[in-house]
């Protein structure tokens, strides 16, 4: 049995909500894993290869009139990818 430490800054909250985000030439429509305070993890992916540091507009879609807000790409592997919410 393998033991972790988890060192999140905040609380993962397990959501799935609907998201359009925007790379500088594709958007996508996906559904969160998970989110918190400081970010959310996106299930699924853009057709080109995030890496970290990429630059993206995430919104989401289940509320009316949201705004969008800036994310980093955090880290990206096979099932999805994690964001941090830009100041």
Avoid: Q
């Avoid at 609380?11 to 958007?27: F, I, P, Q, T």
């Avoid at 890496?51 to 995430?58: R, S």
């Avoid at 800036?70 to 990818?81: H, K, S, T, W």
């Amino acid at each position: 049995m393998k033991i972790t430490v988890d060192v999140r800054r905040h609380l993962r909250l397990m959501h799935r909500a609907k998201v359009e985000l925007c790379s500088n030439d594709e958007v996508i429509v996906a559904y969160t894993r998970d989110l918190s305070e400081s970010g959310l993890y996106v299930l699924g992916g853009f057709n080109h290869t995030l890496l970290p540091g990429d630059i993206l507009e995430v919104m989401l879609l289940d509320i009316e009139n949201a705004l969008s807000r800036r994310v980093v790409v955090i880290r990206a592997d096979e099932a999805g990818f994690a964001v941090e919410f830009c100041e």
